[in-house]
């Protein structure tokens, strides 16, 4: 399970260090594409193939399902880490969240989400948690 926040920088090259306590669960070789809320996404190849069994559950005819099986799959890449720990950002994923230097790796239970600094802190108001849990309890999460 992926838990915490690190602040790292992205070099010149577009490549980020994976923080040692997420390499091991991540493996060697594992998925990174576009996340929510304009942020990437980094799973295992095992969470990415659970994913994307439940996009292919997805009604074909239904447009929304299309763009959201597109938006996951079309833009994932494999990664894989460096001697250093590093992995290569491609260019587009590094365009689509806004990853210029200062970004903040989150484990989130079976991913990890790569954010700009900037997005980040804003993704971080808290200021609506009473209207969510209040959401989530509707839907019978009670935490």
């Known amino acids: 399970m992926f838990m915490g926040e690190y602040s790292h920088s992205l070099d010149a090259k577009g ?5 040692a306590k997420y390499r091991e669960e991540l493996g060697e070789k594992f998925v990174i594409t576009k996340g ?5 996404f980094v799973l295992p190849n095992e969470a990415f193939r659970a994913l994307t069994d439940e996009l292919k559950a997805l009604p074909l005819s239904v ?6 099986v597109r938006h996951f799959s079309g833009a994932a890449a494999d990664g894989e880490l460096d001697k250093q720990g590093r992995v290569l950002l491609p260019a587009k ?7 210029d230097k200062d970004i ?3 484990g989130v239970l079976d991913r990890i989400e790569i954010w700009s600094k900037e997005r980040w802190e804003s993704a971080c108001d808290d ?13 019978g999460l009670s935490i």
């Open 15 to 19: 490549r980020v260090i994976i923080p």
């Open 36 to 40: 929510m809320d304009g942020c990437l």
């Open 63 to 68: 447009k929304d399902s299309r763009k959201l």
């Open 93 to 99: 994923l590094r365009e689509h969240a806004g990853l």
């Open 104 to 106: 903040v790796l989150v």
């Open 127 to 139: 200021s609506d948690m009473d209207m969510i849990e209040a959401h989530l309890a509707e839907l």
